[in-house]
Structure formats: structure tokens, C-alpha cells
């Protein structure tokens, strides 16, 4: 089991470019989050889904988009990166039986 | 939406020392959940907990739901303890997990 994978581990961008952060999880966990982790602020809600096809907003969603066509995938989309995206992406996933989240190692973002 | 507050903020303990983490949530929840962010930013499942109490080694936690409070306590601390620990609550009837500011725990051998 690898549990919660995240892609890639570092990233630098230009204002304006876009990109995809990959996260999978390989235990048919049907929820999946994304956070963003800033300093002092702890981790905050960016998007979720709670099953293949269906997503939600969380707390911060704006300038990220997010689909999920397996159950498996969970992709997080910057369209038109800004300078306050800097920050550290986690993904993380859980099953409705247990609740129990788990995270991913984190994506560390920096947006020029 | 709900509100969580941990409290202390920080916290220095030499090595082998005691310590109780305290989370603090606003409003009714069937979910509270108790997370270790190492210094490699590993963030680490430590307990589900939305009431009573469970143990873990030397970590163990206790959630008063009634009273809308939840508490870590860790023995005999080891530096490998140091890190960031994060309570997260889900509010009756939502679907989604609220953070706290987290408690910063520094173990000095």
C-alpha cells in the first residue's frame, strides 16, 4: 500500500502559468481532500469529494478547479497561478466507514 | 462554520516531561480527529476521537463532547515528539474537517 501519493514534491511558477498538482490514493477510500497549508493558519479546505464524479467547494476555492473521474485520482488544477498560491499542498483522502483521514507528503508551491 | 482554538500555542518541555494539549470547538461534532505534523511536514493520523478516551503508547486523548473540549496528553515526551499538533472537528451535519491553529511542541533532550 502506498497510501496517499502526491506529485510533484516541488514547484515553481510564474504569475499566470498554470499547472496540476496529482494525488492518488490506493485504498478505494471514497473521500478525498485537498488543503493548503500557510503559516499560522493550519490547513484549510481548498475542494473535496466524497465519491468518482461528484466535487465540492471547501473554504478557499477560489483560483483552483478540481475533477474526479476514478476513485482512485483526485487532480488539482491552478488555472492562472497568483503570487498568494504560494503555499504547501496537502491531499488526503478517508473512508465513510472509518473517518480516519490520511495525508499525502505535501506539495511546497512557490508562485513568482 | 465551526470554531476551533488550541491552546498553548507553544509549548517547550525537556526531555521527559508531561504535557496536555488542549482543543477547544464552538459548536456539536461527530468527527474530532488529532494530527501530528512532524518537522518533515509529515502530517500523521494519531487519533479518531469524537468522544471519550483512547490511548496510544504514550499518547492518549479524551473528548468531553458535551462540553465541547478534547485533550492530548503525552508521557514521558522524546524529542521525536517535537512537531505541530493539529486538532481537526467536523460539525454535525457537515461533511468536511476544521482545523485549529495547532499546538508547536519543541522536546529538548
Known amino acids: 500500500n502506498a497510501g496517499v501519493t502526491q506529485t510533484p514534491k516541488f514547484q515553481v511558477l510564474k504569475t499566470g502559468q498554470s499547472m496540476t498538482l496529482q494525488c492518488a490514493q490506493d485504498?478505494?477510500?471514497?473521500?478525498m481532500s485537498w488543503y493548503r497549508q500557510d503559516p499560522g493558519m493550519g490547513l484549510r479546505l481548498i475542494h473535496y469529494?466524497?465519491?468518482?464524479?461528484?466535487?465540492d467547494q471547501g473554504e478557499v476555492p477560489n483560483g483552483y478547479n478540481v475533477s474526479r473521474s476514478t476513485t482512485e485520482d483526485f487532480p488539482l488544477r491552478l488555472l492562472s497561478a497568483a503570487p498568494s498560491q504560494t503555499s504547501v499542498y496537502f491531499c488526503?483522502?478517508?473512508?465513510?466507514?472509518?473517518?480516519?483521514?490520511?495525508f499525502g507528503p505535501g506539495t511546497r508551491l512557490t508562485v513568482l | 462554520g465551526i470554531q476551533v482554538e488550541q491552546s498553548p500555542p507553544d509549548l517547550i518541555l525537556q526531555e521527559g516531561a508531561n504535557s496536555t494539549l488542549r482543543c477547544n470547538f464552538s459548536?456539536?461534532?461527530?468527527?474530532l480527529q488529532w494530527f501530528h505534523q512532524n518537522p518533515w511536514g509529515q502530517l500523521i493520523n494519531l487519533f479518531y476521537i469524537p468522544s471519550g478516551t483512547k490511548q496510544n503508547g504514550r499518547l492518549s486523548a479524551t473528548t468531553v463532547a458535551t462540553e465541547r473540549y478534547s485533550l492530548l496528553y503525552i508521557s514521558s515526551s522524546q524529542t521525536t515528539d517535537s512537531g505541530v499538533y493539529f486538532c481537526a472537528v467536523e460539525a454535525v451535519g457537515y461533511s468536511t474537517l476544521t482545523f485549529g491553529k495547532g499546538t508547536m511542541l519543541l522536546v529538548s533532550p
Open positions: 469529494s466524497v465519491g468518482a464524479g461528484i466535487t
Open positions: 488526503a483522502s478517508s473512508s465513510f466507514t472509518s473517518a480516519e483521514q490520511f
Open positions: 459548536d456539536s461534532v461527530n468527527n
Open positions: 485504498m478505494n477510500h471514497e473521500y
